[in-house]
């Protein structure tokens, strides 16, 4: 695998204004709020957390769909941050996204070809015919039947729409795949086949993705690297069996203990948090997770953690690694 990032996000942020009550009162929702990670050429690089922490907002930072408030986001070694929609337009042929929804992000009037073939007609020169051959082909390669191709959004199951969506996204030939919760929406059955396919496809033509969730099963199936969120921060990174067998953020170690378990004799400890998640319009000061959190120390309420490496590979932003603190 090649170590060069394909993508660097360095203290991104991004908050949405708000406006409460009767004199309209401004406040900021801090989805993003300082993350900072970087996704090598050809790796699956998983962001988890609960509904609600800045993860899907982040996949549209990464593909500037969202413009960031601050921070910076690189692509392939150029800055795209502040790059106008015209500047954006050649690089977004390299990065394309598979959406949660698969029937929302399809349009009910187009055939299946169209829609196929769309990013074709943005982003080459390619006759007519040739957009049809190559809709047929993708179609084919995610496992449909050409004659589908004729076919409308709605005469297909949530799977087979998302296989559309897929193949839509592959239609440019991406370096950089962001799927937004691409299976949560299918039966679980269906959901193994399109992860299958989508490791099959990564294989085949050397994709690099950015995958998000809230199902960690999912996430273990298909990571090389993985992320937690927590309320717009990054909490801890680390490789997939190393986050799986030693997570060392007590928000992780939850998370994990509430995976289900497929052996009934094999006893495991649940970590129950207490309390709601707080708003992202008046988050916790110090350490967003202290107000849940069942190691928290006095300074967890008053500083924020440092994200750093705890060891190699391995980072988290917590009190409980901070020797300083410690001694």
């Known amino acids: 695998m090649n170590e060069t990032p394909l993508v660097e996000v360095k203290g991104l942020r991004k908050s949405f204004t708000l406006k409460k009550g009767w004199f ?39 593909t500037r769909l969202l413009k960031p408030n601050g921070g910076e986001v690189w692509f392939n070694g150029q800055n795209i941050s502040e790059l106008n929609d015209n500047q954006m337009r050649p690089i977004r042929k390299h990065m394309q996204m598979v959406f949660q929804d698969p029937y929302a992000s399809l349009n009910p009037r187009m055939k299946v070809k169209d829609l196929v073939a769309e990013p074709l ?22 496992g449909l039947n050409s004659i589908h191709a004729e076919r409308f959004a709605h005469e297909f199951s949530g799977g087979q729409r998302q296989r559309i969506g897929i193949a839509r996204a592959l239609s440019v030939r991406p370096s950089l795949i962001v799927a937004d919760e691409p299976v949560s929406a299918l039966d679980v059955s269906i959901q193994s086949q399109v992860l299958n396919l989508l490791q099959d496809l990564q294989e085949e033509y050397g994709l690099t993705y950015l995958f998000i969730s809230h199902d960690l099963s999912v996430v273990e199936h298909i990571s090389d690297r993985i992320g937690v969120m927590y309320l717009g921060n990054l909490v ?36 129950i948090l207490k309390g ?3 708003s992202p319009v008046d988050p916790p000061t110090g350490c967003r997770f202290h107000t849940r959190c069942p190691s928290c120390m006095d300074i967890c309420k008053t500083k924020e953690p440092v994200f750093k490496e705890a060891e190699p590979g391995h980072q988290v932003a917590c009190h409980l690694y901070d020797e300083t603190i410690m001694k």
């Open 24 to 62: 309209g009162t401004v406040k900021q929702l801090r989805a993003v709020d300082g993350i900072s990670f970087a996704i090598r050429k050809g790796e699956t690089f998983s962001l988890v957390g609960e509904s609600g922490c800045g993860k899907s907002t982040t996949g549209r930072l990464v």
């Open 121 to 142: 007609l943005i982003h080459t020169k390619l006759s007519p015919k040739e957009r049809d051959k190559l809709a047929h082909e993708l179609l084919e390669t995610v």
């Open 276 to 278: 709601d998640l707080p």
């Open 236 to 271: 801890e990174t680390a490789d997939k069996d190393t986050l799986y067998d030693r997570p060392l953020h007590p928000y992780t170690q939850a998370l994990l203990s509430s995976v289900p378990v497929p052996d009934p004799s094999r006893k495991k400890e649940r970590i």
